[in-house]
């Protein structure tokens, strides 16, 4: 049985929507039961082979849309009919928000920095004043990827109503939008907004990103009605208001920020009990935050105003984005076809699981065009060894140390041929003396493209699994026929 491999859902009226993160395939469930009560598939496009299926969907009243890079454009699926209609856009669609029946689609932004992208502008704050580092180290931030360094080009926006579409511009790359009333709110990074390189005592600087607040209609002029402190977070509407939720420099922030019908300007408002771990939603008057664990997480709910209540709930091991809709969290369980919701009124958790055999959707693997596989698998191969067994170069003496403090690898070779060719890596620890581990890396999809996204950060993923002890103890440890004890990496069989 191949399991529905969740990429992105939305929830709306007691139902869930979730689509598959390789096969173009969408699959409704009721919240209550689980039971699912829709299928449907779209066409890909030939010449947009290798792209993201799926970044987001929405459900409206009368249908599904999903932003589908590979299709093109936003599919829209009819649930009564089940028939599926591609609207053409001129540019990938990263987010959804829907707005009753209307649509925004907010353009996806870069991963990486354009080197001919203008700088940001920049400053240098903290004590203390006249001294510290020197002004010219910001020569130092040309060569970093990150694209929140330089200005990047406007996101696009567009607002969509059944077959008509009106692009906007809103002068800076979309960190989140939201839709107050007949009012768009949104947070943008503007070519004015400055990279904010904050001094601390002892020598310890922090970056900071800050970012624009901007509310009304695009058709009439959006007005700047503030900043927030740092430009990544979300947004999220409730109580009449959008919440500013992590836009804070802090991963453990004091405050989240509210806009509501009679805020001129957001306001700060101070979480009771302090800070708190990673937040990402708010509803019913409450904000929940992460904590992260291996294979849990506890979720942190905080009430909002004077006084407010903290409380904490255990989840099953969920992804860090997260949905909110009539009084309940979801969030994306990481391990199965689930969503996960949390009452943050009742502090009770549901599971509903998306039961499906998705065998009879997945195509045959076909090997991408102009792709030699040979050259594909080798490389993969190639610069996992180097990684693996050149380790680092110390800063403080000039020595290379492992790659992972305390582990020795004994080989990384390519097995098996397309499309199951994997890269396996096998290793001993010495806190697991006898013990030989390995890890593999199946190199395609089930579409035969390869997995360049996943792999770049495959040896980081090793090093930051064993460094937070993804290493079982040894008396857990059960070799197979070969001897070798395999590690799970969290998406590879």
Same mark, same amino acid.
């Given at each position: 049985?191949?399991?529905?491999?969740?990429?992105?859902?939305?929830?709306?009226?007691?139902?869930?929507?979730?689509?598959d993160g390789v096969v173009p395939l969408a699959v409704e469930a009721d919240l209550a039961t689980g039971r699912v009560s829709g299928v449907w598939t779209w066409e890909t496009a030939a010449g947009r082979r290798g792209r993201r299926v799926a970044t987001d969907v929405v459900l409206t009243g009368a249908g599904v849309v999903v932003a589908s890079p590979a299709a093109g454009g936003l599919v829209r699926i009819d649930r009564t009919t089940g028939v599926a209609t591609v609207l053409a856009m001129d540019a990938e669609v990263g987010r959804l928000v829907?707005?009753?029946?209307?649509?925004?689609?907010?353009?996806?932004?870069?991963?990486?920095?354009?080197?001919?992208?203008?700088?940001?502008?920049?400053?240098?704050?903290?004590?203390?004043?006249?001294?510290?580092?020197?002004?010219?180290?910001?020569?130092?931030? /040309?060569?970093?990827?990150?694209?929140?360094?330089?200005?990047?080009?406007?996101?696009?926006?567009?607002?969509? /109503?059944?077959?008509?579409?009106?692009?906007?511009?809103?002068?800076?790359?979309?960190?989140?939008?939201?839709?107050?009333?007949?009012?768009?709110?949104?947070?943008?990074?503007?070519?004015?907004?400055?990279?904010?390189?904050?001094?601390?005592?002892?020598?310890?600087?922090?970056? %900071?990103?800050?970012?624009?607040?901007?509310?009304?209609?695009?058709?009439?002029?959006?007005?700047?009605?503030?900043?927030?402190?740092?430009?990544?977070?979300?947004?999220?509407?409730?109580?009449?208001?959008?919440?500013?939720?992590? $836009?804070?420099?802090?991963?453990?922030? &004091?405050?989240?920020?509210?806009?509501?019908? @009679?805020?001129?300007?957001?306001?700060?408002?101070?979480?009771? @009990?302090?800070?708190?771990? !990673?937040?990402?939603?708010?509803?019913?008057?409450?904000?929940?935050?992460?904590?992260?664990?291996? @294979?849990?997480?506890?979720?942190?709910?905080?009430?909002?105003?004077?006084?407010?209540?903290?409380?904490?709930?255990?989840?099953?091991?969920?992804?860090?984005?997260?949905?909110?809709?009539?009084?309940?969290?979801? $969030?994306?369980?990481?391990?199965?076809?689930?969503?996960?919701?949390?009452?943050?009124?009742?502090?009770?958790?549901?599971?509903?699981?998306? /039961?499906?055999?998705?065998?009879?959707?997945?195509?045959?693997?076909?090997?991408?065009?102009?792709?030699?596989?040979?050259?594909?698998?080798?490389?993969?191969?190639?610069?996992?060894?180097?990684?693996?067994?050149?380790?680092?170069?110390?800063?403080?003496?000039?020595?290379?140390?492992?790659?992972?403090?305390?582990?020795?690898? %004994?080989?990384?070779?390519?097995?098996?041929?397309?499309? !199951?060719?994997?890269?396996?890596?096998?290793?001993?620890?010495?806190?697991?003396?006898?013990?030989?581990?390995?890890?593999?890396?199946?190199?395609?999809?089930?579409?035969?493209?390869?997995?360049?996204?996943?792999? &770049?950060?495959?040896?980081?993923?090793?090093?930051?699994?064993?460094?937070?002890?993804?290493?079982?103890?040894?008396?857990?440890?059960?070799? !197979?026929?070969?001897?070798?004890?395999?590690?799970?990496? @969290?998406?590879?069989?």
């Amino acid at each position: 049985m191949r399991p529905l491999d969740i990429r992105c859902f939305d929830v709306r009226d007691g139902r869930v929507v979730a689509v598959d993160g390789v096969v173009p395939l969408a699959v409704e469930a009721d919240l209550a039961t689980g039971r699912v009560s829709g299928v449907w598939t779209w066409e890909t496009a030939a010449g947009r082979r290798g792209r993201r299926v799926a970044t987001d969907v929405v459900l409206t009243g009368a249908g599904v849309v999903v932003a589908s890079p590979a299709a093109g454009g936003l599919v829209r699926i009819d649930r009564t009919t089940g028939v599926a209609t591609v609207l053409a856009m001129d540019a990938e669609v990263g987010r959804l928000v829907r707005d009753g029946e209307t649509v925004w689609a907010v353009g996806a932004t870069a991963e990486e920095a354009d080197p001919t992208w203008p700088r940001r502008p920049l400053e240098w704050h903290g004590p203390p004043a006249g001294a510290g580092e020197p002004d010219d180290r910001d020569d130092n931030f /040309d060569d970093i990827e990150d694209p929140t360094f330089r200005i990047e080009p406007s996101t696009p926006v567009w607002r969509v /109503d059944g077959e008509s579409v009106t692009a906007y511009d809103l002068g800076g790359r979309v960190e989140g939008l939201a839709i107050l009333g007949d009012e768009v709110v949104a947070v943008v990074t503007r070519p004015t907004d400055p990279l904010v390189m904050r001094r601390h005592p002892g020598g310890f600087t922090a970056c %900071e990103r800050p970012a624009t607040v901007l509310r009304g209609h695009p058709a009439h002029g959006l007005a700047v009605v503030g900043t927030v402190p740092d430009g990544c977070g979300s947004l999220h509407v409730d109580g009449g208001a959008v919440w500013l939720v992590g $836009f804070e420099p802090d991963d453990e922030p &004091e405050a989240v920020w509210r806009l509501g019908a @009679g805020d001129g300007s957001p306001v700060r408002v101070d979480l009771p @009990g302090g800070p708190l771990p !990673d937040p990402l939603a708010v509803a019913a008057g409450r904000v929940v935050g992460l904590e992260w664990g291996r @294979g849990s997480r506890r979720a942190h709910v905080v009430g909002l105003g004077p006084g407010g209540a903290r409380s904490h709930v255990e989840l099953p091991s969920v992804h860090d984005d997260a949905w909110s809709d009539l009084g309940l969290v979801w $969030f994306l369980h990481d391990r199965k076809p689930a969503v996960v919701g949390l009452d943050v009124e009742q502090g009770t958790v549901t599971e509903v699981v998306l /039961d499906l055999d998705c065998t009879p959707y997945v195509p045959t693997p076909v090997p991408p065009p102009g792709v030699d596989l040979a050259a594909y698998e080798t490389g993969v191969r190639d610069d996992l060894r180097a990684a693996f067994f050149g380790g680092w170069t110390s800063s403080d003496d000039g020595r290379v140390v492992p790659y992972i403090t305390g582990v020795t690898f %004994e080989s990384v070779e390519v097995h098996g041929e397309f499309p !199951d060719t994997q890269v396996v890596a096998l290793f001993r620890s010495e806190d697991r003396p006898g013990v030989r581990f390995a890890r593999r890396w199946t190199l395609y999809d089930e579409a035969g493209n390869p997995e360049d996204e996943r792999m &770049e950060y495959a040896d980081v993923g090793l090093m930051e699994d064993v460094d937070t002890g993804c290493l079982p103890p040894v008396a857990d440890c059960v070799p !197979d026929a070969e001897g070798i004890v395999w590690l799970d990496d @969290g998406w590879q069989d």
